[in-house]
């Protein structure tokens, strides 16, 4: 059981360029997020899931477009990176409301846009 | 503006002490969530509070939640040094027409370093 798991871990782009962080999870559940964390500001979220197929904005969401075509698989993307965008990256899953579980995170993904 | 604050940001206590973390919110929630990052690694949870009053206990870490006075403490006892980490506390904030949202607001956490 392997848990929440990111690709790539480490990832260097120029301004400009696109990338795709892949989240997978094999707990079944029915939730999935993308969170940014930046040194003094805690998590923040991007966007989420509540469903294969469906997805919705959070906090922070401009500049990043997501897709759940599988219920285990969460993709985020970057079409065009920004230096602002330099963050480590994090995937959680949790189960479907009533929420009594918590939300489990992936190892993350470290980002530079030079 | 939803806000989660903790406070302190940072304590450097001595092996043995006890202290306590706060974690203040903005909106209205009976759901608060703990959690644990060493550095450069993933968030751990550590505790789940879903009710008024929800107290919590593992270790050497206990968790409370005070729904009303929108305050949650994590007190340490007798730190060790294994509990140096960057701790979060996080809110999940009623939508209007009542609910959990499932979409966290954390804190901006409490780097705790625990000295010989």
């Known amino acids: 059981n392997a848990g929440v798991t990111q690709t790539p871990k480490f990832r260097v782009l120029k301004t400009g360029q696109s990338m795709t962080l892949l989240c997978a999870q094999d707990m079944n559940h029915e939730y999935m997020y993308w969170y940014r964390q930046d040194p003094g500001m805690g998590l923040r979220l991007i966007h989420y899931?509540?469903?294969?197929?469906?997805?919705a904005k959070g906090e922070v969401p401009d500049g990043y477009n997501v897709s759940r075509l599988k219920k285990q698989n969460f993709l985020l993307g970057l079409e065009s990176a920004a230096p602002s965008q330099t963050s480590v990256y994090f995937c959680?899953?949790?189960?479907?409301?009533?929420?009594?579980?918590?939300?489990?995170f992936g190892p993350g993904t470290r980002l530079t846009v030079l | 503006e939803l806000k989660v604050e903790q406070n302190p940001l940072f304590l450097s206590m001595q092996e043995g002490k006890n202290y306590t973390i706060y974690c203040n919110y903005s909106?209205?929630?009976?759901?608060l969530y703990w959690y644990r990052q060493d550095p450069g690694k993933s968030l751990e949870s550590l505790f789940v509070l879903l009710s008024n009053g929800a107290v919590k206990q593992e270790g050497r870490l206990m968790a409370s939640l005070d729904t009303k006075a929108r305050l949650s403490t994590l007190h340490i006892t007798a730190a060790v040094h294994d509990l140096s980490a960057t701790y979060f506390c996080?809110?999940?904030?009623?939508?209007?027409?009542?609910?959990?949202?499932?979409?966290?607001?954390f804190g901006t956490g409490t780097l705790l370093a625990v000295q010989p």
């Open positions: 899931s509540v469903g294969e197929g469906t997805t």
């Open positions: 996080a809110v999940d904030p009623f939508m209007n027409y009542g609910g959990a949202t499932n979409k966290l607001i």
């Open positions: 959680a899953s949790s189960p479907a409301l009533p929420i009594t579980d918590t939300q489990y």
């Open positions: 909106t209205t929630s009976d759901r």
